[in-house]
Every structure is written in C-alpha cells, then in structure tokens.
C-alpha cells in the first residue's frame, strides 16, 4: 500500500509531541533549575515526591512514546505495541496523579493540569490507535 500523506504528517507531529513530553520528564527528574523555577516550592515538592512506580510508569510513558514514534517514522509495526505500553503506563500515571496522591495534581495547579493530562491521553490513545491502523493496512512492516 503507499502511504498516505497523512502517515507522514502526523509521525512527525507524533515525534515533536513526544519530545517534549521526554524534555519535561528529564528537565523535572534531573532538577534543571531553569525549567524547575516555573514552578512553585509545593509543586517541586509535589514532583520529587512521586513514588518510584509513579516515576517508573513516567518514563516508560514518555520514552516508548518516543522510540514509538520514531519506529513509527521508519514504518515499523514495533510502534504499535509500544504506544500500546505508553498509554497504559499514562493511565497508570493519572491515576496517582488525579485519583491516589494526598495533594492530587489539580490541588496545585488547577483545572489547567487535569485539561492537559487529558490532552496526553486523548493523544496517546490516538498513537496507539493509528499505529494499529497503519500496521492493519500494510503501512507499518
């Protein structure tokens, strides 16, 4: 099958996407003082607090999501169980976030926070979605 331009659009949108997600994820775990002074001494704390599950479930999210979205680039099915991966761990991550932390993430910063995580996992059941797609019509090998 040749492949729709929209496969090429939306693999590059994926990949920018997913960079910033892997540059938030690094900036906040390694503490880069100009990222981290956007924000408040209780959402640093909030951040550095997480429990390891959470901050494993993190990076498993944002780095399949990437290596997803590059293997998606090279029009590999391999994509396909990675974003798979990614959005499980997604949830997982907004669940602690949202539903099990004692301060929850829109205690500190309000309905902005739940409106962008939802935007992550609106976009992350899209990936795993299209990639499938892809994969089902011969696009992804």
Same mark, same amino acid.
């Given at each position: 099958?040749?492949?729709?331009?929209? =496969?090429?659009?939306?693999?590059?949108?994926?990949?920018?996407?997913?960079?910033?997600?892997? =540059?938030?994820?690094?900036?906040?775990?390694?503490?880069?003082?100009?990222?981290?002074?956007?924000?408040?001494?209780?959402?640093?704390?909030? =951040?550095?607090?997480?429990?390891?599950?959470?901050?494993?479930?993190?990076?498993?999210?944002?780095?399949?999501?990437?290596?997803?979205?590059?293997?998606?680039?090279?029009?590999?099915?391999?994509?396909?169980?990675?974003?798979?991966?990614?959005?499980?761990?997604?949830?997982?991550?907004?669940?602690?976030? =949202?539903?099990?932390?004692?301060?929850?993430?829109?205690?500190?910063?309000?309905?902005?926070?739940?409106?962008?995580?939802?935007?992550?996992?609106?976009?992350?059941?899209?990936?795993?979605?299209?990639?499938?797609?892809?994969?089902?019509?011969?696009?992804?090998?």
């Amino acid at each position: 099958m040749k492949t729709p331009w929209h =496969f090429w659009l939306i693999a590059i949108l994926s990949l920018l996407w997913n960079a910033m997600g892997a =540059f938030d994820y690094s900036a906040t775990q390694l503490r880069w003082s100009p990222y981290m002074s956007n924000f408040t001494p209780e959402q640093l704390e909030y =951040f550095q607090s997480f429990p390891i599950w959470v901050v494993a479930c993190w990076a498993i999210a944002v780095w399949f999501a990437v290596i997803g979205s590059l293997l998606m680039l090279f029009r590999s099915r391999l994509s396909v169980p990675l974003f798979i991966i990614s959005l499980i761990c997604i949830v997982a991550t907004a669940v602690h976030n =949202f539903i099990l932390a004692d301060v929850t993430m829109t205690d500190l910063m309000g309905t902005e926070a739940a409106i962008f995580s939802a935007a992550i996992l609106l976009v992350g059941a899209f990936l795993a979605v299209y990639a499938r797609r892809m994969a089902e019509r011969g696009v992804l090998r």
